[in-house]
């Protein structure tokens, strides 16, 4: 049988693929990421389905789960939030299942960072003012990040920023960026994307950090800076230009 890595979303039921939805709605056997899951799309399992939250398993735990059910001759639906290729310890898994012999494929979802800037309206790529984006991430308890990626040696290229897992250490952070940045650098704090209770925050690197304690916010946000949260002046790109050569 398969272990299928699904991409759940941000935390809108309906925001994940046709696919995902179909083998949700199939599959005998659903592991899940805690809260960060929609309960909704839970409710989509079949009846009588084994659902697993997966919140307090360690690896070992959630390794002999997938593998009973693989031995048991049934399909999983491994949900992660997000899209499983970033920040959700699908590779880990990944490797533990190569090892047991045990067959597995990814369905890609909705990302964090693309449900923020749906919210906020804005393309993260804007033509003469922003063409790279980054994805990264900060640590504190969690693994350490490896030799030159802090935040100052990111920083330094400009491109748009896109911080996981960070708002909590977020008046730590703000020093870092600014020498790159300046404090007049537009920032978006976007809390629980997608969701319901959204919460959008918006300033810039001088004041961010207290309006994100001011408005108490401490996980399940994602963090935007760069110039292209507040471009307006800016060409319009090649691909719809009117100068354009088409065939």
Not at 122 to 147: F, K
Request: glycine residues 6%; hydrophobic residues 45%.
């Amino acid at each position: 049988m398969t272990v299928h890595f699904i991409g759940a979303g941000p935390g809108a039921a309906d925001l994940i693929t046709v696919r995902a939805a179909r083998i949700v709605g199939s599959a005998p056997v659903c592991l899940y990421a805690g809260a960060l899951v929609p309960r909704e799309l839970l409710d989509t399992a079949p009846a009588g389905a084994r659902l697993v939250d997966t919140a307090q398993l360690d690896l070992d735990q959630i390794t002999a789960e997938l593998v009973a059910a693989h031995q048991a001759g049934l399909d999983v639906a491994r949900l992660h939030s997000g899209d499983p290729s970033v920040y959700s310890a699908m590779a880990e898994q990944m490797r533990r299942l190569d090892a047991a012999g045990v067959p597995y494929d990814v369905v890609p979802g909705v990302p964090a960072f693309a449900a923020a800037a749906a919210s906020l309206k804005r393309e993260l790529t804007v033509p003469g003012v922003g063409q790279t984006v980054i994805l990264t991430r900060t640590s504190a308890r969690s693994t350490p990040m490896p030799p030159g990626e802090d935040l100052a040696t990111l920083g330094a290229s400009r491109a748009t920023l896109v911080l996981h897992l960070a708002v909590q250490r977020i008046a730590e952070l703000v020093p870092e960026l600014v020498p790159s940045y300046g404090p007049d650098c537009p920032v978006a704090v976007v809390a629980r994307a997608s969701r319901d209770d959204e919460l959008i925050l918006r300033g810039t690197l001088a004041d961010i950090a207290a309006r994100v304690q001011e408005a108490d916010v401490k996980r399940t946000a994602v963090v935007i800076v760069g110039s292209v949260l507040a471009a307006e002046e800016f060409p319009d790109s090649h691909l719809y230009s009117t100068t354009r050569c088409r065939p």
